[in-house]
């Protein structure tokens, strides 16, 4: 069904995914992995990936929008949960021109007390 493997052992998101790398994970489920990022630039900052080797939105396809809404729809959870309650920001970096780093998907979901602001430049 996918041309990607479901595991890449040279991905360090494969490799939080299936525990061979230590993450503070905040959710996992047969389909996914939400876990904090290392260099946090909000008071929540976590990233939200699909055990599926998928490496970055340019490579979804239809038989990925299940996967990709179970993702969206637990963001929300996971915010609430952690006790934020007005809001958050949601972010796909995608490729070199959108600066994508990990070429594994993943959703940034950021969060704080107040609004965020716009950053200086569109780094994320
Ligand atoms: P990108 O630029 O690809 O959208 O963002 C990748 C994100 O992954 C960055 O925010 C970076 O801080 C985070 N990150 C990279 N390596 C690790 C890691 O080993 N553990 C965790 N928890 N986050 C990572
Ligand atoms: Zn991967």
């Known amino acids: 069904m996918s041309q990607h493997p479901s595991h890449d052992p040279s991905c360090i998101f494969c490799r939080i995914?299936?525990?061979e790398i230590p993450a503070q994970k905040?959710?996992?489920d047969e389909h996914m992995v939400a876990f904090r990022d290392i260099r946090p630039r909000?008071?929540?900052h976590i990233l939200l990936i699909p055990r599926q080797?998928?490496?970055s939105m340019a490579e979804l396809r239809p038989e990925h929008a299940a996967l990709v809404g179970h993702l969206l729809v637990?963001?929300?959870d996971l915010v609430r949960a952690e006790g934020y309650t007005d809001g958050f920001r949601t972010v796909a970096n995608t490729g070199r021109v959108g600066c994508q780093e990990v070429y594994h998907l993943h959703f940034h979901v950021l969060a704080a007390d107040a609004p965020l602001g716009v950053p200086p430049t569109f780094e994320l």
Request: no cysteine; charged share 15%.
């Open 17 to 19: 995914s299936a525990g």
């Open 53 to 55: 080797h998928i490496p």
């Open 26 to 28: 905040v959710y996992e």
């Open 42 to 44: 909000a008071p929540l």
């Open 74 to 76: 637990k963001a929300g």
